[in-house]
C-alpha cells in the first residue's frame, strides 16, 4: 500500500541552524500539507501545497519557514534559523483531492529537537 | 473558541469490552468533513475514518464505527471489541469546507486498553 514518507526521523540541531525536512508524498496525490506537533500537544497546521505553490497556511508559518517540491517527488521544509521553540514533531501529509473524502495520510514524522 | 474538543483526556477500557471517544466540533460551514487519526507510541498518525457532513449513514470501518450527530455536533468514535493494540491517542479533526485544506484537530484522547 503506498506510503507517505519522510527523512530524517529524527533531527538535532543547534538554535540559529536551517534544517530541511523531507518527504515524499504518495506518488498519485496532488496536495501536500505540513503539521506540526509540540510534545503533548495537539497537532497544528502549518502549510499546504498544491500546484507548486502554497495555497494556504498558519500564522505558525512565518519568514523562518519555506517549502518547495524540488522534483516530481520530494516536498521540503525549510527552517531557516530554528529556535528552541521549532522543537516538535513534524508531519508530512498528502492527499489526492480537498473535496469528498480527500483523506490526508501522514507521514511517520521528523522528531525535531532544538538546543 | 475551541473548533473540536475532545473532553477524555484519558480513558482505560478492558480488552473486548466497546469504548466510545468523544468528539464535539464547532462550525457555521454546511459542508465539512469529519476524520479520527490514531497515534501509537511510535508516533505515527494513522487515518482510521471518515464522515462527511451529508453523509446519511454513520461511517463504519471494521472495528471502528462512528456516531454521527449533526443536530448536536458531535462525532463520537466507537471501538469494538477493543484490543491491547488500540491503546493509543486518538485525534478527531475537521476539514471545514469541503475545498478547504487544513485539519484543525482536537487535544487527542488517550486510550489505554487493559487485558
Known amino acids: 500500500e503506498p506510503e507517505v514518507t519522510q527523512t530524517p526521523s529524527h533531527q538535532v540541531t543547534q538554535m540559529g541552524q536551517e534544517v530541511i525536512l523531507r518527504c515524499v508524498p504518495i506518488s498519485n496525490h496532488l496536495y501536500f500539507y505540513w503539521y506540526r506537533q509540540i510534545l503533548g500537544q495537539k497537532v497544528e497546521f502549518l502549510v499546504s501545497?498544491?500546484?507548486?505553490?502554497?495555497?494556504?497556511k498558519s500564522e505558525i508559518f512565518d519568514d523562518q519557514f519555506s517549502v518547495e517540491r524540488p522534483d516530481g517527488s520530494n516536498f521540503t521544509l525549510k527552517i531557516r534559523s530554528t529556535k528552541l521553540e521549532d522543537s516538535a514533531m513534524y508531519f508530512c501529509a498528502s492527499s489526492d483531492r480537498t473535496s469528498g473524502v480527500g483523506t490526508q495520510y501522514f507521514g511517520p514524522g521528523t522528531r525535531l529537537l532544538v538546543l | 473558541a475551541q473548533k473540536i474538543t475532545q473532553t477524555q483526556p484519558g480513558m482505560f477500557v478492558q480488552e473486548k469490552e466497546a469504548v466510545t471517544l468523544d468528539c464535539t466540533y464547532d462550525?457555521?460551514?454546511?459542508?465539512?468533513?469529519l476524520f479520527w487519526y490514531k497515534q501509537p507510541s511510535s508516533g505515527e498518525m494513522i487515518f482510521l475514518i471518515y464522515q462527511g457532513s451529508y453523509d446519511e449513514q454513520n461511517a463504519t470501518e471494521g472495528r471502528y464505527s462512528l456516531n454521527f450527530q449533526k443536530a448536536r455536533k458531535s462525532a463520537n468514535l466507537v471501538i469494538s471489541a477493543s484490543q491491547l493494540g488500540d491503546s493509543a491517542m486518538y485525534f478527531c479533526a475537521m476539514r471545514e469546507r469541503m475545498g478547504a485544506q487544513k485539519l484543525v484537530f482536537g487535544q487527542g484522547t488517550r486510550l489505554t486498553i487493559n487485558p
Open positions: 462550525t457555521s460551514d454546511q459542508s465539512y468533513g
Open positions: 501545497f498544491y500546484n507548486n505553490e502554497i495555497s494556504e
